[in-house]
T-cell receptor, first 118, second 115 residues
Framework: ETGVTQTPRHLVMGMTNKKSLKCEQHLGHNAMYWYKQSAKKPLELMFVYSLEERVENNSVPSRFSPECPNSSHLFLHLHTLQPEDSALYLC?????????????????FGPGTRLTVL | KQEVTQIPAALSVPEGENLVLNCSFTDSAIYNLQWFRQDPGKGLTSLLLIQSSQREQTSGRLNASLDKSSGRSTLYIAASQPGDSATYLCAVRLTAGTSGSRLTFGEGTQLTVNP
């Protein structure tokens, strides 16, 4: 596997279910991100991790719980979701958050998990 | 608050045509700007990244320009092909630092190239 992978690719869950999304990056990056893409809306940043430490939580409801056990893996634990949480959830990684002068810190994205909440 | 706007929202052109996609942003204090391509139901593929100190970047048939002072970027696609059909997203990153890790995205331009 190369780049950024996400599993599962598709997930259907009820509002009372608990599930987890997984992201893995094979790029040796130190920063990882969760984004949400809803229909007809721009991508929204949810969480940012740097060296396994959460550095940003963009006012995300507590029913979304991220976990970063190491710099290669990022999880998004889901429970008691609402139908409006149905969206494409994208994971991304970059070398660092702030590489300083001359650093591009380009973000590389995974294929996403299409989540449907019934 | 940074806002990113992409015009047009949708574009349909015949194969072989040269085209320009537009992106504008409200806060000119950006670190860099990225153009992405997204195929239906898929993730994002980075096309070009322009640092704030640069004016343009080129990759094959793609050329992206940046005018930071006016808050604008354009993506030029030469000799368009049906395989170019996708949604093109523009994203800006604010000045360096922890908070600068945030990418602010536009809503995208949905491009259809007809054979």
């Amino acid at each position: 596997e190369t780049g950024v992978t996400q599993t599962p690719r598709h997930l259907v869950m009820g509002m009372t279910n608990k599930k987890s999304l997984k992201c893995e990056q094979h790029l040796g990056h130190n920063a990882m991100y969760w984004y949400k893409q809803s229909a007809k809306k721009p991508l929204e940043l949810m969480f940012v991790y740097s060296l396994e430490e959460r550095v940003e939580n963009n006012s995300v409801p507590s029913r979304f719980s991220p976990e970063c056990p190491n710099s290669s893996h990022l999880f998004l634990h889901l429970h008691t979701l609402q139908p409006e949480d149905s969206a494409l959830y994208l994971c991304a990684s970059s070398q660092d958050l702030d590489g300083g002068i001359g650093s591009y810190n380009e973000q590389f994205f995974g294929p996403g998990t299409r989540l449907t909440v019934l | 608050k940074q806002e990113v706007t992409q015009i047009p929202a949708a574009l349909s052109v015949p194969e072989g045509e040269n085209l320009v996609l537009n992106c504008s942003f409200t806060d000119s204090a950006i670190y860099n700007l990225q153009w992405f391509r997204q195929d239906p139901g898929k993730g994002l593929t980075s096309l070009l990244l322009i640092q704030s100190s640069q004016r343009e970047q080129t990759s094959g048939r793609l050329n992206a320009s940046l005018d930071k002072s006016s808050g604008r970027s354009t993506l030029y696609i030469a000799a368009s092909q049906p395989g170019d059909s996708a949604t093109y997203l523009c994203a800006v990153r604010l000045t360096a630092g922890t908070s600068g890790s945030r990418l602010t995205f536009g809503e995208g331009t949905q491009l259809t190239v007809n054979p």
